[in-house]
């Protein structure tokens, strides 16, 4: 299934995921979903981006530094998922869709 902005694949289980964060209750609310999520075996977990804390360290609130950035997978359709935030300046963030991991997220695999 394409979706609307094209080149986004998603299924009927993930595309119900993305939201937009824009304060840290939304962010720890996107950080419970995505745990959640991971522990229903429904997304995957693939690692985090260079700034951001490991989502074993932050899923559960409250510690995270200055930039949330974990990146994911769905299991049913392999979409890729991040979710960020920029927490510092309080600028907010998304969990969303994305094609592909950039490389200038220097993307840390959880399990190099
Ligand atoms: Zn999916």
């Given at each position: 299934?394409?979706?609307?902005?094209?080149?986004?694949?998603?299924?009927?289980?993930?595309?119900?995921?993305?939201?937009?964060?824009?304060?840290?209750?939304?962010?720890?609310?996107?950080?419970?979903?995505?745990?959640?999520?991971?522990?229903?075996?429904?997304?995957?977990?693939?690692?985090?981006?260079?700034?951001?804390?490991?989502?074993?360290?932050?899923?559960?609130?409250?510690?995270?530094?200055?930039?949330?950035?974990?990146f994911f997978r769905c299991t049913h359709c392999t979409q890729l998922f991040h979710?960020?935030?920029?927490?510092?300046?309080?600028?907010?963030?998304?969990?969303?869709?994305?094609?592909?991991?950039?490389?200038?997220?220097?993307?840390?695999?959880?399990?190099?």
């Amino acid at each position: 299934m394409l979706g609307s902005r094209g080149g986004i694949v998603s299924c009927e289980v993930c595309s119900r995921f993305p939201c937009q964060i824009r304060s840290p209750q939304e962010l720890k609310r996107s950080l419970r979903k995505a745990s959640e999520l991971v522990d229903s075996e429904k997304l995957e977990y693939l690692g985090k981006g260079y700034w951001g804390d490991r989502f074993a360290k932050i899923r559960h609130g409250g510690s995270w530094g200055d930039f949330v950035t974990n990146f994911f997978r769905c299991t049913h359709c392999t979409q890729l998922f991040h979710l960020h935030a920029e927490t510092y300046h309080g600028s907010g963030g998304a969990f969303e869709a994305i094609d592909k991991i950039e490389k200038n997220e220097k993307f840390e695999p959880e399990n190099p």
